[in-house]
């Protein structure tokens, strides 16, 4: 199952810095607790839908990277 949430970092400043967020927007995918892939910056929909794919598959995700 996937859980989608958003997070207002100027509300939650403390979030934010748990989880390294620096830029807006950014993506966070966390499975099991765990980040497993983060994306900064706009991406498109079926960037997106791939690793949700991958997650929900248990295709494992070697380690998380930035896009930009």
């Known amino acids: 199952s996937v ?3 958003k997070c207002n970092i100027d509300s939650s400043p403390e979030l934010a810095q748990q989880y390294g967020v620096r830029s807006v927007p950014t993506l966070l995918f966390i499975q099991r607790g765990e980040v497993k892939q983060r ?7 079926g960037s997106v839908e791939k690793i ?3 997650m929900l598959s248990g295709e494992k995700i070697v380690r998380p990277f930035a896009m930009h």
Not at 39 to 45: L, N
Request: hydrophobic share 55%; proline share 0%; aromatic share 0%.
């Open 3 to 5: 859980i989608i949430a």
């Open 39 to 45: 994306i900064v910056g706009a991406t498109d929909k």
């Open 52 to 54: 949700l794919n991958k």
